[in-house]
């Protein structure tokens, strides 16, 4: 059987759950193919927290960023379902990148200050710091499993139609205006197809699109138990200082938030094994798991290293570290959202509709043969 629809959606996570939300916003008709049952675990978007940070030099970031604060507040008013914990985020470590992202954030009007070690933790007793903190009130952290529930719930309010369990098996460009995706029962022909399927976007478009290289890797963070349920606890992002030796263990930045109900997460970034993603095993890689425990103990007072339970997810990363949002014909690909493409979610989804209209994204995010 086939049916025709103006845009098809291959991946429900959060960034084709957006994507179908804003194209049925604009009126076109959307159907969205999801190859497991929702809320699955395998992908990158499954968990109940995510870090919303603002602590970005780049103006392309901070643009995207603030669109998504405002996109978030009106889902969240839509549907009912509070989506963001403005509980503050503290960013330490590598005071120079700091300054520059101060510097950045007063060129925009966000809120950030500098407060020195002895106050930051007077405040935060749970956590230790070496030197300065910068902190941005404004962040805090997404509520992930509740935005997922949302952008659906207002994309099929507009019309979307979720398809969860079929995996598509074909995807075929017919011309410029004309795509065909085949799944096990049907095909579906489309002027448009966006293609956000994370872990296995490679996968899907071998031989259809030709993009920069993404890496997958499993992550293993870890929620740790507070050793007192009086301590507050900000969102964070911690950078290892630069030619300081007691930091030479770190396998990369970290980052972290309260999970409610679950203790506090916290992971390396961007550093796990290299997986296919059909073939992972879920479990945490030893060595990285004792230098994060490690971490742990050095870093905060208010947390039980020895009380934990680890998380596997997976990141697509490019080697900038910078999104792939572009354009190839008929093709639109979300990709390579490097471990911080959460926080953007609506404005990313938003992207991804103009794209299918013609319109490009910020150059940052475009291809090299497209910029």
């Not at 101060?102 to 002895?118: L, T, Y």
């Not at 969860?164 to 085949?182: A, C, G, K």
Request: hydrophobic share 40%; net charge negative.
């Amino acid at each position: 059987m086939v049916t025709n629809v103006d845009v098809v959606v291959i991946g429900g996570g959060a960034m084709g759950s957006a994507a179908a939300l804003s194209v049925a916003r604009s009126g076109k008709s959307v159907v969205l193919l999801e190859q497991f049952a929702s809320g699955h675990s395998l992908g990158a978007s499954h968990g109940a927290t995510r870090n919303f940070n603002i602590a970005y030099r780049e103006p392309e970031y901070l643009r995207l960023v603030s669109e998504a604060r405002s996109l978030w507040d009106e889902l969240a008013q839509e549907t009912g379902l509070a989506l963001l914990d403005l509980v503050g985020l503290v960013n330490h470590g590598n005071l120079g990148v700091l300054k520059e992202i101060h510097r950045a954030h007063q060129g925009f009007g966000i809120r950030s200050s500098f407060m020195g070690p002895q106050e930051a933790m007077a405040r935060w007793k749970g956590m230790r710091f070496r030197s300065d903190v910068l902190f941005v009130p404004e962040s805090g952290r997404v509520r992930a499993a509740e935005a997922l529930k949302a952008l659906r719930i207002g994309a099929e309010a507009k019309g979307a139609q979720f398809l969860y369990e079929t995996p598509v098996r074909t995807v075929e460009v017919l011309s410029e205006d004309l795509v065909s995706v085949s799944t096990d029962t049907n095909e579906y022909r489309a002027t448009r197809v966006i293609v956000t399927a994370g872990a296995w976007t490679r996968k899907l478009l071998d031989g259809i699109v030709e993009l920069p290289r993404l890496v997958v890797t499993q992550e293993q963070p870890a929620h740790f138990r507070p050793v007192s349920s009086t301590l507050e606890w900000p969102s964070f992002n911690h950078n290892p200082d630069p030619g300081t030796p007691d930091d030479d263990y770190w396998y990369s930045p970290t980052y972290g938030m309260a999970t409610p109900g679950e203790g506090i997460k916290i992971g390396w970034h961007g550093v796990g094994p290299v997986v296919d993603p059909d073939a992972r095993d879920f479990t945490a890689e030893p060595i990285q798991l004792e230098a994060l425990r490690r971490y742990v103990r050095d870093w905060f007072p208010g947390l039980d290293a020895d009380s934990f339970e680890t998380i596997s997810c997976t990141y697509t990363s490019t080697d900038s570290g910078d999104f792939i949002l572009d354009r190839f014909g008929p093709v639109v690909v979300g990709a390579g959202f490097s471990g911080h493409g959460f926080k953007f979610t609506p404005a990313i989804g938003r992207i991804l509709a103009d794209l299918t209209d013609g319109i490009d994204a910020p150059e940052l995010f475009r291809t090299p043969r497209s910029r």
